[in-house]
């Protein structure tokens, strides 16, 4: 029993750590270093007018000369006809990443940051986030989510059509709008993957459908205030 005890203990004390330990998101769609990717790279689900779904932007990236990484930001590119983006954010903080820090990235979850307020153009979002200047910066090889965004359906096309969620077009090394930096500020050569979102028609049918119902309800309230 005695020699039980030790045994008991360590099972315990490993449990209390496996519960402390943070539970990090993992990427449904993985990409080898060093990269930038959207997921899910393919939105078809319920299109209609009015829908709304999140995206999620994620990083990988090898180890480069000065070991760390010290910054990050995209530009995501959007159909602005079709889509409008409706808000963004870090994925830190429950129920993004559980076990990470609300108010900054999964992927700089113990690094101190400024977090920058995101910024919604025309036809764009853009979102970043720098080392805070105290501690050391995000270590790397290593991988995380970065940010969240959420669009909304505006419009339907005449006939299914594929858009565009692109941040590949802000990555032009050495100046881009989407990119990552080393520890001495330069950039760090990615591979910047885009999403695709399926819009479909809204059929003719359920137009008529919608119009019919409207004109019902109008007429039946008229009648209602006419009988008072």
């Known amino acids: 029993m005695k020699a039980a005890i030790p045994l008991i203990f360590t099972a315990v004390l490993l449990s209390g750590l496996l519960l402390l330990t943070p539970a990090y998101a993992q990427p449904s769609e993985p990409h080898p270093a060093n990269a930038m990717w959207i997921e899910p790279s393919t939105i078809s689900n319920d299109m ?3 829908t709304r779904f999140n995206v999620t932007v994620w990083i990988n990236l090898t180890s480069n000369p000065t070991g760390v990484c010290g910054g990050w930001q995209f530009k995501m590119y959007y159909n602005s006809t079709y889509l409008n983006a409706t808000r963004a954010g870090y994925t830190g ?17 113990n690094v101190s940051t400024i977090p920058l307020t995101p910024y919604f153009g025309p036809d764009y979002v853009q979102v970043g ?12 090889p290593g991988y995380g989510s970065l940010a969240w965004v959420e669009f909304e359906v505006i419009d339907s096309p005449d006939g299914t059509i594929e858009v565009q969620l692109d941040i590949s077009s802000g990555h032009h090394p050495p100046t881009s709008d989407t990119y990552a930096l080393d520890g001495d500020g330069n950039e760090i050569q990615l591979n910047a993957v885009d999403s695709t979102v399926i ?10 459908f919608l119009l019919i ?3 019902t309800i109008a007429i039946l309230t008229t009648k209602r205030k006419q009988k008072h």
């Open 48 to 50: 209609s007018i009015g």
């Open 93 to 109: 903080g429950t129920p993004y990443a559980p076990g990470t820090t609300p108010g900054r990235s999964e992927f700089f979850n």
């Open 129 to 140: 986030e720098s080392w805070g200047g105290i501690g050391d910066m995000r270590h790397v």
């Open 199 to 208: 819009i479909p028609e809204f059929p003719n049918a359920i137009l008529l």
């Open 213 to 215: 119902c409207c004109s």
